[in-house]
């Protein structure tokens, strides 16, 4: 059930930025938990960053919460991630996700969540 809409996925070169955007409905974007997974070939889906309604934040590792922001604008119903220093094993695509129930210590697990989009490609080349 496809209700988020991505952007902003390029292919990029490693150390740029990208900041991509997933916008939805009002009612949508009011659930509790959003967040932002990302699958590889061959690999399985899995949680890159999760944001309660009460602006708490989960990210996937260090690695990850001291490159990628996840923040989320309530005026324009649209859940951003932005990006930095990009690497190769970034590569990937990049699904936003809703649910109505805080993200908790589950938020990274993919089949709680029942709203997705389509996703967004990003590629980082070395």
């Known amino acids: 059930q496809e209700q988020w809409v991505e952007s902003g996925g390029e292919s990029v070169q490693g150390g740029e930025s990208l900041k991509l955007s997933c916008a939805t409905s009002e009612s949508t974007f009011r659930q509790f938990c959003v967040a932002w997974f990302r699958q590889a070939p061959g690999q399985e889906r899995g949680g890159v960053a999760g944001?309660?309604?009460?602006?708490?934040?989960?990210y996937k590792n260090s690695s990850i919460q001291d490159r990628f922001r996840i923040s989320r604008d309530w005026a324009k119903n649209t859940l951003y991630l932005q990006m930095n220093s990009l690497k190769p094993e970034d590569t990937a695509m990049y699904y936003c996700?809703?649910?109505?129930?805080?993200?908790?210590?589950?938020?990274?697990?993919?089949?709680?969540?029942?709203?997705w989009g389509q996703g967004t490609q990003v590629t980082v080349s070395t």
């Open positions: 944001m309660n309604k009460d602006g708490l934040i989960r």
């Open positions: 996700a809703s649910d109505p129930g805080p993200c908790g210590s589950s938020w990274s697990s993919f089949g709680r969540f029942d709203r």
